[in-house]
């Protein structure tokens, strides 16, 4: 069954510095990818998608997120992370039975 | 416009009592989309309705969970003599069509669903 992997539980990074969530999907044919995002006392919000074509997506609040076929990745970043920015973020991935399928989640503290 | 609402916010309930939670979606969504977020598993897929329909009720975790929506509009998960496992956060999401699910999924704030 296809399944998603966010190998990092929990990342702290300083708020003005990159930040990088890594996303490794199994899955034979191209996979339809997303991320979304889970920030404290709101709901999930869909920061990006991928289905086909340009292999690097952008999103809103400045992320982006390159789909890599030869390394089974789909890595989201952002180039200057602010304290907003401070959540749970879920790669996810479209089962062939039509579900979302999500990942563990990563949690991201930023430090001013 | 609303945004996909969810009540209650918030319910305690006693082992072996059932539950009713419902879900507004957003006001011309077809699709309609239940999940699960417990500490244990994750967030997991639960059903989904086009329309009135449940194409799939596989993903119900056991036959004590049932959903219906009515007028293509407000739907309800019940959960029948509740046992402490089904302690979790229950979202409901909505998209325009269902589109083989690739529509984007716009979520509720959730349930939070304590069994003593």
């Known amino acids: 069954a296809q399944s998603v992997t966010q190998p990092d539980i929990h990342i702290t990074v300083s708020e003005g510095a990159s930040l990088e969530l890594r996303c490794n999907y199994s899955?034979?044919?191209?996979?339809?990818l997303f991320w979304y995002v889970q920030s404290p006392g709101q709901g999930l919000q869909l920061l990006l998608k991928?289905?086909?074509?340009?292999?690097l997506v952008q999103g809103i609040k400045g992320f982006e997120a390159e789909f890599k076929r030869s390394q089974s990745s789909f890595n989201l970043r952002k180039p200057s992370v602010h304290w907003s920015d401070a959540a749970e973020y879920f790669c996810?991935?479209?089962?062939?039975?039509?579900?979302?399928?999500f990942g563990a989640g990563t949690t991201v503290t930023v430090r001013a | 416009g609303a945004g996909v609402s969810q009540s209650p916010s918030n319910k305690v309930t006693e082992k072996g009592k059932d539950v009713e939670l419902r879900c507004d979606p957003i006001?011309?969504?077809?699709?309609l989309y239940w999940y699960r977020q417990s500490l244990g598993q994750g967030l997991e897929f639960l059903i989904y309705?086009?329309?009135?329909?449940?194409?799939?009720k596989s993903g119900l975790p056991s036959d004590r969970f049932s959903a219906e929506r009515t007028g293509g509009s407000v739907s309800t998960l019940t959960i029948q003599r509740t046992q402490q496992e089904d302690s979790a956060v229950y979202l409901c999401?909505?998209?325009?069509?269902?589109?083989?699910?690739?529509?984007?999924?716009?979520f509720g704030p959730g349930t939070r669903l304590t069994v003593l």
């Open positions: 999401a909505s998209s325009l069509s269902f589109s083989g699910g690739l529509d984007t999924q716009y």
């Open positions: 899955y034979g044919a191209t996979p339809y």
């Open positions: 991928y289905f086909s074509g340009d292999t």
């Open positions: 996810v991935n479209l089962s062939n039975d039509y579900k979302l399928s």
């Open positions: 006001s011309g969504h077809t699709a």
């Open positions: 309705f086009q329309g009135n329909s449940a194409p799939d």
